[in-house]
T-cell receptor, first 113, second 116 residues
Framework: DQQVKQNSPSLSVQEGRISILNCDYT??????FLWYKKYPAEGPTFLISISSIKDKNEDGRFTVFLNKSAKHLSLHIVPSQPGDSAVYFCAAWDPSGNTPLVFGKGTRLSVIA | DTGVSQDPRHKITKRGQNVTFRCDPISEHNRLYWYRQTLGQGPEFLTY????????KSRLLSDRFSAERPKGSFSTLEIQRTEQGDSAMYLC??????????????FGEGSRLTVL
């Protein structure tokens, strides 16, 4: 069963507008969440993270929001740029154990100029 | 280059052959992970090491798969008697230990395996 779910396989957004990527999780032991970005033929690269003690973390154009009661997080990209076109993976981690990161299936973002 | 490096980047093999992938992590990282990614899926955990100790293995890691990290530096992932279902991108990642850094994995560019 999938512990980290990204229910939208793809998303298209116009350049300059906001991109919102969503992620849901089922395991209440997760309390550290990360977003990774992946271009074709490259490995995933870390983008931004958030701990469960926060509900928002911002880094430039990227903001991650966490709603722990709903077991939901989202990544906002404002303004979206064509170079943001990539696959975005949501990942979750339980720091209290030795379990590795658990990834969602990813959302392919296309930013149209 | 101080990133995670993987070799080879692409391997094409016939069913039944053995293949080996190598990963060199970031030098100061003592944790090393292997993940597998197939089309339309996110990275799926296979196994990980802390220094030379293999701490966890996924159920995905069948008996045909073996991973080593003999000196706590580079790692190898060997697949014996390859099957077409083994075709995937094999990703290596590394991280430091500790609360802040253990979650942030640094990935290599991957080794793509195609089994004919």
């Amino acid at each position: 069963d999938q512990q980290v779910k990204q229910n939208s396989p793809s998303l298209s957004v116009q350049e300059g507008r906001i991109s919102i990527l969503n992620c849901d999780y089922t395991n209440s032991m997760f309390d550290y969440f990360l977003w990774y970005k992946k271009y074709p033929a490259e490995g995933p690269t870390f983008l931004i993270s958030i701990s469960s003690i926060k509900d928002k973390n911002e880094d430039g154009r990227f903001t991650v929001f966490l709603n722990k009661s709903a077991k939901h997080l989202s990544l906002h990209i404002v303004p979206s740029q064509p170079g943001d076109s990539a696959v975005y993976f949501c990942a979750a981690w339980d720091p209290s154990g030795n379990t590795p990161l658990v990834f969602g299936k990813g959302t392919r973002l296309s930013v149209i100029a | 280059d101080t990133g995670v490096s993987q070799d080879p980047r692409h391997k094409i093999t016939k069913r039944g052959q053995n293949v080996t992938f190598r990963c060199d992590p970031i030098s100061e990282h003592n944790r090393l992970y292997w993940y597998r990614q197939t089309l339309g899926q996110g990275p799926e955990f296979l196994t990980y090491f802390q220094n030379e100790a293999q701490l966890e293995k996924s159920r995905l890691l069948s008996d045909r798969f073996s991973a080593e990290r003999p000196k706590g530096s580079f790692s190898t992932l060997e697949i014996q008697r390859t099957e077409q279902g083994d075709s995937a991108m094999y990703l290596c990642a590394s991280s430091r230990t500790g609360h802040r850094f253990a979650g942030e994995l640094f990935f290599g560019e991957g080794s793509r395996l195609t089994v004919l």
